[in-house]
C-alpha cells in the first residue's frame, strides 16, 4: 500500500493479465506486442487471452459478485476512496503511460488523468445512491417493495483513445453498485485501457475475482464476451458498426453503447468569434481529434464565416504537432498506422468532393505518426464531414443563416456531442434544443464536459447514459418484492 511520505513503487508485471484472480498468461498461444505510437517502442508483450480464459474469468465473477453485492456499502465506498488515493500518489506514473502508450500529448495525459480520478471520487457515493420504492397497492393489508439491486457481473468493452477513463466509467460504478466485471481492453492500450486499472483496485483492496481483464483477438474472445450466458450487461465504448453487431449477438442482455459522432460545432451572427475559434480549435484538436465528442464539423453563419476563418485558421497554424512528452506539444501521434491511412484517405475523398484545403501536411515524427492540423472549406457532403474523421482534420461549412445552420447541424446519422455561439443565451438554448444530439452546449466546447452527468447519444451514437444517476440505473436492476401483511381471503 502506498503512503503519503514515501513514493511508491512503480507497478510492474504488465506482461500478465488478472484472470479469475491471478495474474497470468493468456492461452490462446498467441503474444500481442504493445507499442509507443510516437517512436515503435516496445513497451510490454502479452500472452494472449482465448475464450477459456474468458469463460474462467465470467465464471470466478459470477461467484465473487454474491459476496461482493452482501458488503455493507462503506465497504464498497472505501475502495473506491482509496482507489482515488492511490491515484492521486502515482499521479506521475499514470500520466507517463498515457503518454507513451496512447500518444496522449501533456494536456489530454493530465485531462484523462483527472477525470479517471473523478470516476471513484463519484463512484464512492453509488453505494450509498441504490435508493428503494414503497408502491401504494389496492389490496387490504399488502405492501409493494422495490428494491434495488446489481445486475451480477457486467462486460465492458473499452477504446483505445481516452482508455482509463472510457474503461473506468463502467468499471467503477458498476463495482461500486456490488457487480463484478470482466473488461476487455483494446489492443493498442491494453496497460492505460485495463492493467494499470487493475492493479490500482488490486491495491485499494478490491476482493480477488471481481474483475478480470481479458486481452485477447476478436476470432478469439471477441464474440464470445457479448454472448457468454453469464454477464447481463454489456458496456461497450467504440464504432457504431462494430456496436451493431454486438447489439445482434448480445441476445437478452441490457446493452450501454457510446458510439460514434460527427459532431457539429455551430456559429451564428451574433456569436462571440474570439470565444467560438478558442472553443473550436479546443474542441476539434485536443488529443489528436482522437475523441468521440470532438468537433468534427464547424458550421458557420455566412456574415461571420470569412472572418470566423481567418482567425481559427491562424490560430491553428500556431499548433505544435510532435513529440507528446515535450510539454509545449499540442498534437501526438495518431494511434497506428491503419487508423492514418484511414484519416488521410478521408482527406484525400474531401479534396476530390470539392473541399479547398486551407491548412495541412505530410505525417512527421520517428516512425511517421504525426499528422500536422488540417483545415478544409467545404459542404456537409465532403467525406471529411460527411464521416467520423477521428483526427486532426475540421471541415468548414458555410450556413445561410440559422435555419440552414440547424438543417446542416442535423443532417448526420450521428447523434452525440454538439456545441452552439451566440450571445444570445436563449437564443442558444432554443436552438440547442432542435439538435438531434445527446448533448449540446451553449458557448463552449464539447469537451469542457467536467461534470460528464449525462454522457450518452442519440440516432446511431448509442444506448443508455454514463454518469451520475445513469450510471447507477445502468449497472442495477429493480426486485419487486410484495408483503401481505393481513390474512387474506382467495375466491377459490
Same mark, same amino acid.
Given at each position: =500500500? ?14 500478465? =493479465? ?6 497470468? /498468461? ?8 504493445? @507499442?509507443?505510437?510516437?517512436?515503435? %517502442? ?6 494472449? /487471452? ?5 469463460? #474462467?474469468?465470467?465464471? +470466478? ?9 452482501? *458488503? ?23 500520466v507517463e503511460w498515457h503518454i507513451r502508450e ?7 495525459? #493530465? ?37 434495488? $439491486? ?19 466509467? &463502467? ?5 461500486? +453498485? ?15 485501457g485495463g492493467l494499470l486499472l487493475a492493479k490500482?483496485? #488490486? %491495491? ?27 454477464? $447481463?450487461?454489456? &458496456?461497450?465504448?467504440? &464504432? ?35 470565444? /467560438? ?19 468534427? *464539423? ?80 467545404? @459542404? ?5 464531414? *460527411? ?10 461549412? *458555410? ?7 440547424l438543417a446542416i447541424a442535423n443532417d448526420t %446519422? ?21 439538435? #438531434? ?31 451520475? %444517476? ?15 401483511? @393481513? ?6
Open positions: =500500500m502506498t503512503t503519503a511520505t514515501s513514493a511508491p513503487t512503480r507497478y510492474d508485471g504488465f506482461d500478465r =493479465m488478472p484472470i479469475a484472480g491471478t495474474w497470468r /498468461a493468456g492461452n490462446a498461444g498467441a503474444t500481442a506486442t504493445d @507499442t509507443d505510437p510516437y517512436t515503435g %517502442e516496445t513497451l510490454t508483450e502479452i500472452p494472449l /487471452a482465448n475464450a477459456e480464459d474468458l469463460d #474462467e474469468a465470467y465464471r +470466478t465473477a459470477k461467484q465473487a459478485q454474491r459476496d461482493w453485492a452482501a *458488503r455493507l456499502p462503506s465497504e464498497r465506498a472505501d475502495v473506491m476512496r482509496r482507489a482515488a488515493r492511490i491515484m492521486e500518489a502515482r499521479k506521475d506514473e499514470i496512447s500518444g496522449a500529448a501533456a494536456p489530454a495525459a #493530465e485531462f484523462e488523468y483527472a477525470i479517471t480520478l473523478r470516476d471513484f471520487h463519484e463512484a464512492s457515493s453509488y453505494p450509498y445512491r441504490m435508493e428503494g420504492r414503497i408502491l401504494p397497492a389496492d389490496i387490504e393489508g399488502k405492501e409493494s417493495r422495490v428494491y434495488r $439491486r446489481p445486475v451480477g457481473v457486467v462486460a465492458v468493452i473499452s477504446p483505445w483513445n481516452v482508455p482509463m477513463h472510457l474503461s473506468n466509467r &463502467s468499471v467503477a460504478p458498476a463495482l461500486a +453498485t456490488g457487480n463484478a466485471v470482466v473488461l476487455k481492453p483494446a489492443g493498442d492500450t491494453p496497460v492505460t490500482v483496485y #488490486e %491495491e485499494a483492496g478490491l476482493p480477488e475475482g471481481l474483475l478480470s481483464v481479458v486481452i485477447g483477438r476478436g476470432r478469439d474472445i471477441g464474440d464470445a464476451i457479448v454472448e457468454h450466458p453469464v454477464p $447481463r450487461v454489456v &458496456s461497450f465504448t467504440g &464504432s457504431t458498426p462494430v456496436g451493431k453487431g454486438i447489439a445482434q449477438k448480445a441476445g437478452l442482455k441490457k446493452l450501454s453503447l457510446e458510439l460514434g459522432g460527427n459532431g457539429p460545432l455551430v456559429v451564428l451572427d451574433d456569436a462571440d468569434l474570439d470565444l /467560438a475559434v478558442d472553443a473550436a480549435v479546443f474542441g476539434k484538436f485536443f488529443h489528436q481529434g482522437q475523441v468521440c465528442m470532438i468537433t468534427n *464539423r464547424i458550421v458557420v453563419d455566412d456574415s461571420v464565416h470569412d472572418a470566423f476563418v481567418e482567425r481559427f485558421v491562424e490560430r491553428v497554424r500556431g499548433l505544435k504537432a510532435g513529440d507528446p512528452k515535450e510539454d509545449d506539444t499540442v498534437i501526438g501521434p495518431i494511434i497506428n498506422s491503419s487508423q492514418l491511412e484511414g484519416i488521410q484517405d478521408k482527406v484525400a475523398q474531401a479534396r476530390q468532393d470539392g473541399a479547398e484545403q486551407l491548412l495541412g501536411g505530410d505525417p512527421t515524427g520517428p516512425i511517421g505518426s504525426v499528422l500536422p492540423p488540417h483545415v478544409l472549406l467545404g @459542404t456537409n457532403e465532403v467525406a471529411t464531414a *460527411r464521416q467520423e474523421v477521428f483526427g486532426p482534420v475540421v471541415t468548414i461549412i *458555410r450556413a445561410q443563416d440559422e435555419a440552414d445552420a %446519422e450521428y447523434g452525440l456531442s454538439s456545441a452552439v455561439f451566440t450571445e444570445n443565451v436563449l437564443r442558444g438554448v432554443d436552438f440547442a434544443l432542435q439538435v #438531434e444530439a445527446g448533448m449540446t452546449h451553449v458557448n463552449d466546447s464539447p469537451l469542457n464536459d467536467e461534470n460528464n452527468t449525462a454522457f450518452g447519444g442519440e440516432k446511431e451514437s448509442g444506448l443508455g447514459r454514463f454518469g451520475g %444517476e445513469w450510471a447507477i440505473d445502468e449497472f442495477t436492476t429493480d426486485h419487486w418484492i410484495s408483503v401481505q401483511h @393481513t390474512k387474506r381471503q382467495y375466491p377459490f
